[in-house]
């Protein structure tokens, strides 16, 4: 007999895996509304489990809405160490990969993206979130630091880092807002990203 969505969200809530299914399915009604368009018993309802079942596992809806930030930064950094290791040919590809990385995953979950950089007040002081997103940074600078001279300064390996990172952020944000004039192409965004590179690691 098939199951109804109540009865597989029951089944995963007895496997242990609700907790992961509400914020994956949070994640989908961040993408469709927007961070403030939904209340937890619209989720609730969307995974298939009585509005009471949230709060099993999150105090309220500011937690589930931040460990939705938290698991789109570790998909950003684990989709950028793929990129940047999987990079090859010019020994700056891994810096292009990561910000055409970087981007792309911006067109891909911009609702995730715009929660990850806009979460909340305090966020300086959410000291997991800051240990999230240095991580991502890491991954930046520790292909910085390849690239450059050996012996290059940690300062100057943090200043270029910056560079790439303010250049790239602001492309992406851009992207989303529908504020770039051009309509790059894949190939033209690529050219872009090479060129960037470039001028911030070698000229």
Not at 5 to 19: I, S
Not at 54 to 77: C, N, Q, T, W
Not at 180 to 189: F, K, P, R, S, V
Request: charged share 30%; glycine share 8%; with cysteine.
């Amino acid at each position: 007999m098939e199951q109804t969505g109540n009865t597989r969200a029951r089944t995963q809530y007895h496997h242990g895996d609700l907790r992961a299914h509400l914020i994956e399915t949070v994640r989908i009604l961040v993408e469709e509304k927007g961070a403030d368009g939904f209340s937890i018993s619209e989720a609730a309802r969307r995974a298939g489990v009585s509005s009471a079942a949230p709060y099993k596992h999150f105090s309220d809806r500011a937690e589930i809405v931040r460990e939705v930030a938290l698991a789109g930064i570790d998909r950003m950094r684990d989709h950028m160490d793929a990129a940047a290791k999987e990079a090859s040919g010019d020994p700056l590809a891994p810096i292009t990969a990561l910000g055409l990385c970087y981007a792309e995953f911006a067109r891909t979950e911009p609702g995730v993206f715009r929660l990850m950089f806009g979460l909340t007040k305090g966020h300086e002081r959410d000291d997991e979130m800051r240990a999230r997103g240095d991580g991502c940074l890491a991954v930046v600078k520790r292909e910085v630091r390849a690239a450059m001279p050996e012996g290059t300064p940690d300062a100057e390996i943090e200043r270029r880092s910056l560079m790439l990172h303010m250049f790239v952020h602001g492309h992406a944000f851009l992207e989303i807002d529908g504020k770039h004039e051009l309509d790059l192409t894949a190939e033209q965004e690529a050219a872009i990203m090479a060129d960037i590179s470039h001028r911030v690691l070698r000229d």
